[in-house]
Every structure is written in C-alpha cells, then in structure tokens.
C-alpha cells in the first residue's frame, strides 16, 4: 500500500513526505521515552527522598531514646537520689528532683521522670507524684529487663501514659542493686509536628489494632492516604512506596514499619510529600518535549523543501527536453547544462550522450533507408517468378501421391486378410491341441474305469463265495437249533415224570426249548438276507461285466478320435505357417509403399511452403517497401 502510494507521489513530495515520516517516528520513539525516563527519575528521586525522610525520623526518635538513656544514666550514678532511694525518702527526692523535672518538662520535652525498685514496681512518679505503688511487670518490660540485666535499655514501648520513647538505667549502691530510673520524652502531636515544620512533610504513625490500624498521631487531621492492605503489605515487605492524589492534590507516599525496643513491629510510620509542583514540573517537560519535536518537523519539512528544489529542478529540465524530442520539433541537437559534481550533474551528461548516439543514428538510418527501398524491389520480382516454378512443381508432385495412397491402401488391405487368417489357423490349431489333450484325459479316464470295474468284478466275485460260506455255516446253526430244541422237549417230558423233584429242572428244560426256537427262527431269517445277497452279487457281477466290455469299446473309439486329431493338428500347423509368410510379405510391402508415399508427401508439403514462403516473401517485400518509406518520413521528423 506505502509503495503504491510512493509511486504516485513526485520525486519532490516523497523526499518531502521521507523526511517529514523520519521526523514523526523519531519524535514518536523519542518523546516517550524522555517522559518515561523524566517520570522514572522523579519516581525515584521521590522515593528515595521520603526513604531518607523516613530514616530521620527514626533517626529522631532513636535521638530522642539516647538522650532519655543519657538522662536517666546521669540521675542514677548521683548519689543524692541512690542514697534516698536506699533509705525509702520518697518525699524528699519528691521535693529535690521536682524543680529540675519542671525545667525539663518546659525545655526539653521530657513527659516522664519515674523511679522503679525491682521487679517492676512505680516507687515515684514525679510526673504524677500522688500515684506510686503499682505493678507494671505486666507490660512495662524495658523495666523489668533493666532490672533484670541491670543494663539500660532504650526505644519505643506502652506504658500507663500510651506510646512513649523510653529511657531506663539501672540504680546500684555500693555493689547493691536498688531499682532503675526512668526518662519518658514527648511522642504526641508536637513531635509529629515540630517534624513537618523542619522537613516540610507529614508523618503520622499508625498503631497495629487488631486487623485494622488505629492513628496514634499525626501533622494532618484525617485517615491515612493508602489503605489498610498496603499497611499489612508493608507489615510484610517493611518499605513501600505510591503515588496519589487525594482532592486535586497528588501526594508521594512512603510506609515504613515501626519497631518498639525489642523489635516487634508495632506499626507504620507513614511519610508523605505534597508533589504538585512536581507534576506540574513534569508537565511543562513534557510540553516542552512536544513543542521541541514539532519545531523539529517544521525545519525538517523547510530542509527537506530545499533539498527537493535542488534535485527536481534539474530534473524537470532534463524531462522538458525529453519531451522536446519526442513531441516537440524532434531536435536531437539540444543538449543539458552540466554544472556540480553530483548524481544530476551525471545525468544530464548521460542525457547528452544518449541525444548524441541518437543523433548518429538517425542519420545512419536515414541512409540506410534509401538502399533497402531499392533492394526491396528487387527482391519483389524474384520472388514472383520462384512462387510460379513452385505451383507447378507442387501440382505434379499431388498427382504421384494420389497413386501412391491408392496402392498403398491395397498392400494394407492384403496384409491385413492375411494377418486374419493367420490368427484364425492358430485358433484352430489351439484349439485342436486342446482337444487332443483332453481325447488323451478321456483315454486314461475310460483306460482307468475299466481296470476299476474289473476289480469291482473281483470283489463282489469273492462276496458271493463268502456267503455261499456262511450259508453253510447257517445249515450248521440250523441243525444245532433242532437237536437243542429236541434235547429240550426230552428233558420236559422227563422233568414231568419227575414231578415236583423235577419242576426246576422242567423250568430250564423250556427256556433252553424257547432259546433254540429264537435261535432257529434268527438262522431262518439270516438265511433268506444271505440267499438275497447272493442274488444281488451275482447281478452286480453280470453289470460289471457289461460295463467292462463297453469300457473296451470306449477306449478303441477315443484312440481313433485321437489320431484323427493328430492329423488335423499338423494340417492346421501348416496353413498357420503360410498364412504368417503371406503376412510378413505384405506388411513389408505396404512399409515400402508408405515410406515411399510419405517421402512423396513430404516433397509436396515441401514444394507447397516454399509456395507460400515465396508468396510471404513477396508480401515481405512489399511491405519492406511501405516501411522504408514509412522510415523515411519518421527520420525526417528529426532534426539532425
């Protein structure tokens, strides 16, 4: 889409157009960055602004603790209190200490000035001298450490008065540890204050209450600037820094954890800094970044203006001149000034060489143009007489042709009855072997049947005498049937003689008599089956023979069948033969007669584009002759 439209601009308006683009993307890379980096610089110069800020207030505070554990290290290495407080004269270092607690009070900020005897317990309040006797070792434990460890311990802790920062040392008499003495300096609202006068920003602390934060004091009335999950965030991370705006105003903030003397943490310390001069700082940056790259386009776009003049201002010159020659009066003469050392300098001498090598052009055309007018007349009338020889060549050489196109169709024709015949002698060739193959199966069927009906003969042969045996047997059988079955009517008739001696034996007498009836009537009846048998063999044996006798039959004819075959077969083989000679015979002919016809066609294809080549050429001639003069007049258009 860029190139397309680049390619309808002028040369002018794309070197303006390349400088005024070069210019908007600088200045589209550049001014982001500047502000970026503008807006990074003052978000760490913030942050590091309110990090030292924070540092000093700690830094404050923990002065603050030095000087309540300077104090209170003074007041109990003096003997004046250790000797009263050894001997329990609470009311006269009330009257002794009271005056210089007073000026502290006033001067030095000091809130509390408290003496404890071991563990833990208020022996002088001077702060509140009508209160004393009380525990504290149930929270106040920088007491019961010093007491403990005899060591001073200073920092942030709670007591009765809330918050405080704290000062304690231990007080010891000859060897003998009698309690400690406490200094309590201002943690309220005026240190909180006297901090923003001096630094010129707020601080407020937030106190740890439950989930939640409750403000323990502060340079502004109000709530906090961030919320309570960043506080918990800071809880965690101890530092962190944001940027708000709180009614129109944009502040810096910075929250900080805050550690009493043990190191617990026991809140945020909250610092902020009114930034509007700053943003508004920033924003005139900006303003001015902008308003630096548009003035930049502009002297870009009036240097790209001049830039253009100097190249396109040649170039309209050499394009004016182009324009001379090739629709004006045609004059080869004109040539360019050249004037610089530059790449327009370089082409308007390469205009003036290529108007020079024209103008010898022309004028070797314009002479070359009067010699092939004349040759191309010549060339006319020869051309003519080639194209007459050439029709007559062509007429003799169609009628040749024609004859052999005729004999060549007949050679083919030959060629293809015999290859048709030779075809169908090889079918009936293939034909006969096959049905000299399967004569030959049928021979060796009817040979093998034959020898199967004779042994078919043989077996059932053998079954007739087998059962011509068992008859016999039966006879035997039969003969044993009776003689029991008489045994068995004899033995009853003696067995009744007998009488109830003989009924038993009577009893078996006339089974054996029903068994050799039973087997008598069995031996009758496999008598008739063996008599059927016989029979049946005898018949079987009949048909056997018959069938073997017609076998023989068989076999004579299919040998005579198959000799017949034989000789059919060779015949076949024969005429097969001829008919391929016959074939190759004529195939070879017809080769030669398309060879020659093709030659023959060839001449005459020949003979009819040298025809139309002569035809072309005198056409050619003629209109060599119309372009000659057509040269002629163009050439005359230039000036030379």
């Keep these: 889409m860029l190139t397309t439209l680049l390619q309808n601009l002028s040369i002018g308006k794309r070197i303006g157009f390349g400088f005024i683009l070069v210019l908007v993307i600088m200045a589209g890379m550049i001014v982001p960055v500047v502000n970026h980096q503008i807006s990074s610089t003052l978000h760490t110069a913030e942050e590091k602004e309110l990090r030292q800020l924070a540092i000093s207030a700690e830094a404050q505070i923990a002065s603050e603790g030095r000087l309540a554990v300077a104090l209170s290290t003074f007041y109990a290495n003096i003997p004046a209190l250790q000797q009263p407080l050894a001997d329990g004269e609470r009311d006269y270092l009330t009257t002794q200490l009271q005056p210089a607690f007073a000026i502290m009070r006033e001067k030095f900020g000091v ?4 003496i404890h005897t071991p563990p833990a317990t208020s022996w002088l309040r001077l702060h509140r001298p009508e209160r004393f006797g009380d525990d504290l070792s149930g929270f106040r434990q920088t007491v019961v450490e010093t007491n403990r460890s005899k060591q001073p311990v200073q920092g942030l802790e709670f007591g009765v008065e809330g918050l405080g920062i704290r000062g304690i040392s231990p007080i010891g008499l000859k060897g003998a540890h009698l309690g400690s003495v406490e200094f309590g300096m201002s943690f309220g609202q005026p240190f909180f204050e006297q901090f923003k006068l001096k630094y010129n920003v707020d601080l407020a602390l937030f106190l740890i209450d439950g989930n939640s934060f409750k403000r323990f004091g502060g340079s502004w009335d109000g709530n906090n600037l961030l919320a309570d999950s960043l506080m918990q965030q800071t809880l965690r991370e101890d530092i962190y820094f944001s940027q708000v705006s709180v009614k129109s105003e944009d502040y810096a903030v910075l929250l900080k954890a805050v550690r009493d003397y043990s190191g617990k943490i026991i809140g945020v310390l909250e610092v902020s800094m009114n930034r509007s001069d700053y943003v508004a700082a920033l924003n005139k940056a900006r303003l001015t970044t902008l308003g630096i790259s548009f003035l930049a386009i502009l002297i870009g776009m009036a240097i790209a203006y001049m830039i253009a003049k100097t190249i396109t201002t040649p170039i309209k010159q050499a394009v004016d001149a182009m324009h001379d020659i090739a629709q004006g009066e045609g004059d080869l003469t004109r040539r360019l000034p050249q004037k ?19 103008q010898a052009m022309v ?43 005729q004999m060549t169709a007949t050679v083919q024709e030959v060629a293809n009855h015999a290859a048709l015949a030779a075809s169908s002698a090889q079918q009936a060739n293939n034909e006969t ?67 109830d001696q003989g009924r038993g034996f009577a009893v078996v007498a006339d089974e054996v008599r029903t068994l050799a009836s039973r087997t008598q009537s069995s031996t009758t009846e496999i008598h008739a089956m063996i008599e059927r048998l016989q029979t049946g063999a005898k018949n079987a044996v009949t048909a056997m023979e018959k069938g073997r006798h017609q076998a023989q039959n ?60 002569a035809q072309q050429t005198a056409s050619a001639g003629e209109e060599l002759a119309k372009l000659a003069a057509q040269l002629q007049s163009l050439v005359g258009q230039f000036k030379v």
């Design 340 to 358: 610089g050392n530059n790449e327009i300098t370089e082409l308007a001498a390469a205009f003036n060489q290529f108007a020079a090598k024209v």
């Design 363 to 405: 004028q070797q055309v314009r002479s070359s143009v009067e010699q092939i007018s004349s040759a191309s007349e010549e060339m006319s009338f020869i051309t003519d007489q080639a194209s007459k020889e050439v029709v007559r060549q062509q007429s003799e050489t169609a009628q040749v042709a024609t004859a052999m196109n």
């Design 433 to 499: 072997l096959e049905g000299k193959a399967v004569m030959q199966q049928t021979l060796n069927t009817i040979n093998a049947l034959a020898h199967e009906v004779e042994s078919g003969a043989a077996v059932i042969s053998t079954l007739a005498e087998e059962s011509n045996k068992i008859g016999s047997v039966l006879d035997v059988i039969r003969g044993i049937a009776e003689q029991t079955n008489l045994l068995a009517l004899n033995a009853a008739i003696e067995a009744a003689r007998a009488g």
């Design 554 to 613: 068989g076999l004579n004819q299919a040998s005579q069948a198959e000799s017949s075959l034989t000789t059919i077969s060779r015949s076949v083989t024969n005429i097969n033969d001829m008919n391929i000679q016959i074939a190759t015979a004529a195939e070879e002919q017809s080769s030669v007669a398309e060879e020659i016809n093709r030659n023959i066609v060839n001449i005459n294809q020949s003979a009819d584009a040298t025809a139309k080549g």
């Design 111 to 114: 809130q509390q000035f408290q």
